[in-house]
Every structure is written in C-alpha cells, then in structure tokens.
C-alpha cells in the first residue's frame, strides 16, 4: 500500500484529504503543524521509523512555526525522503514571483490553489508527478552508480604513484652497490654517480687543501727550491775576458781574476805615403827644407 503524507492545518482540507485517501486505498501520514512535520523527518533520518515512507507531500504554503516550502526544502535534504514528489496548495493568490521562489524553495512538482480539483482529475494529476519524480530518482541512481564504478576502475593505477615518489628513497641502495662494483674491480662506467669517485681515488694522491697547507710535505718542496737556488747563485759562470772590455791602467776588482789585456797594434803615425827620399834613410814625414 502506497503512503502519502500531509501537512494542512485547515480542519476542512484536513479532513478531505484524509477521506480521499481512504477512498483510494493509500496509508496516509498527517500532520496540522509545520514544527512536528519537521521533527518527524528529522526522526526519519536518524532510522527509528519504521515502514513504507511516503512517496507524495501535500503541503499548505501557510502553516505554523515552518512554512510549507521550508518543509520541502527539508525533504530534499533527506537521505531517505528527498526522491518524494512535493505539492504546494494555499488559498491565497500569489504574484508570480512569489509563487516562483515558493516553487524554487521546495524544489516543488505541483502548486495548487484552493479549492482543489475534483477527485478523479485530482488523482490524475498526483499520479503523474509521482512517476516523473520515480523517473528522475532513477535517472540519478544511474548516474550515481557510473560514477561509483568509474571510482572503482580508477584506483588500479594509483600503485604507480608511490613507486615514483619513492625513488629519491632508493638512491642510497644504488650508491651501496656502485661502492661494491668498484670494490670488485669491475667498471662502473655505467653508473656516472660512482665514476669521478674511482677516478679520483686512483689517478690522484690526496693532497692538503692550499689554504691550509701541513708541514710535512711543504717541507720537501722548500729545501729543494732553496738547494737549487743556492747552488744557482753559488757558483756564476765566469765569463771569458772580452778584449777591449777593460780600460788600461784601472786595475781589475778584488775578488775577480786578473786579467791582462791584449796589447792594441799602434796605429802609424801618418796615413798618407811618405814620397822617397834619395840618399836619405830618414822616416820623417817632413820635407827638406830649400837652401836659400
């Protein structure tokens, strides 16, 4: 059997309502005040009522403590109720605006103003919102489930993440065993982390930093420097005597050899020919003077 629920606190609609109900065979649930329309969802969602819930809401827009679209906004909000069709009825004429933010409110199917239609076009029309609210209630589990198995086939590559963001963690583990490939004597060309290290402990000797130099082996370098050097300034070579280097009659310096200059061939006394003179075996370069 079928339950529907109403909210009415006009006695006259109230007690209409119920008869049709009782007339078409349907579990009426009844409520005269908006307050304890409310409380009862509220109880609805916390599980303690128990049976077929209602799948159509007749609700008086004016009602005590809670309004009739505020108690479908409640409705919507329910985990268990908010697929019910939902229908507005009041006796007072709305402007259109405030009949379209009533209908938005409680996301209503229906709104109706008193007095009611008659019964069987009545039902007709409560029929019809009920399908096309089960429509709707469908369409949504649908999609819902799609979604739910979209979420089920998409973790599968989820794994994948934390293997790459856990591979900075396994580089130690690689220079472990680069440490062991070089310890073997095998080449570790194919790892270029390992390869400046061997290089390096093979080719060059450890050395001290050249800010910081220890004594021991600056030791070595300084006395073969300051050897060489001593012997380089020691023992000069002497240069040959160069003729003509030292004047005649200055005596050489103490300390260097002596050295003896070479005698300068004298140059003769005149350079122009010295006509010959017979009977005379003079070399003077003057004439005879004439007898006067």
Known sequence: M???MVVEDEPD?????????????????????GGEAVAWIDSVDRGEVVGDLPELAILDIRLPEVSGPEIGARLRQSERLRSIAVVLVTAYRLKPEDEAAAR????????????????PEFRKMLD????????????QKVAATATAAVATTTPPTAPSLPAKVSEPAAQPVETKVEAQEVKDGKTAAAKPVAEPVSKTADTKPSTPVP??????????????SSS???????????????????????????????????????????TKPTPPNSGSGSSSSKPPKSNP
């Open 2 to 4: 079928a339950t529907w």
């Open 13 to 33: 609609i109230y007690d209409v309502l119920l008869a049709m109900f009782e007339l078409w065979g349907i579990e009426g649930v009844a409520f005269v005040d």
């Open 104 to 119: 938005a409110k409680a996301d209503a199917d229906l709104l109706l103003y008193k007095p009611l239609p008659p019964m």
């Open 128 to 139: 019809t919102i009920i399908d096309r609210r089960k429509q709707i209630a469908a369409t």
């Open 211 to 224: 800010s910081k130099p220890t004594p021991a082996p600056a030791a070595p370098a300084s006395t073969s």
């Open 228 to 270: 060489s050097s001593s012997a380089k300034t020691a023992t000069p070579p002497v240069k040959p005597p160069t003729t003509g280097m030292l004047k005649p009659g200055n005596p050489p310096t103490t300390g260097s050899p002596k050295v003896t200059p070479e005698a300068k061939p004298v140059p003769p006394a005149s």
